[in-house]
């Protein structure tokens, strides 16, 4: 089963990534291999979401409930979609005035195995750029709220 894990220093608060990582509505302007994403439920400490990813040129839906304990943690799991399995954590711990530690760690696998095949080495490069990726957009928005 397809894995990456990942822990980096980052010069902004664990609250603004902790953010930036919550606001699921904005993923398809910064991640290019999202299409689309919405909030479905939300309650206290949990909610789930529905994103729209490309892969292969095709626009596959799947579904989360993301669990999490603000700005500490982010727990996600598959409810349904082209998965048979996804499970992913980030951890923010604040480690300075203005700084904090991301984990993030994630597993997954295709249902289909054609579908894994083509597919598992494009999500497995996007997993791989996945903090790169929400660091560079905290920065972004850390630098427009400065």
């Not at 598959?78 to 951890?91: H, I, K, N, V």
Request: charged share 25%; hydrophobic share 45%.
């Amino acid at each position: 089963m397809p894995s990456f894990e990942e822990t980096r220093v980052l010069p902004c608060s664990a609250r603004h990534v902790y953010d930036v990582v919550m606001d699921i509505e904005a993923y398809p302007a910064f991640l290019p291999w999202l299409h689309d994403a919405r909030i479905l439920t939300r309650k206290d400490g949990e909610l789930t979401a529905e994103l729209v990813a490309e892969f292969a040129g095709i626009h596959h839906a799947f579904q989360t409930v993301d669990r999490y304990l603000a700005p500490k943690l982010i727990e996600v799991r598959l409810l349904e979609g082209p998965f048979r399995y996804l499970d992913s954590l980030w951890t923010f711990e604040e480690i300075g005035e203005h700084s904090c530690r991301v984990h993030f760690s994630i597993e997954f696998e295709f249902k289909n195995a054609v579908l894994s095949l083509v597919a598992s080495p494009i999500f497995s490069s996007a997993c791989r750029s996945m903090v790169h990726v929400f660091e560079e957009r905290a920065m972004k928005l850390y630098e427009k709220a400065s």
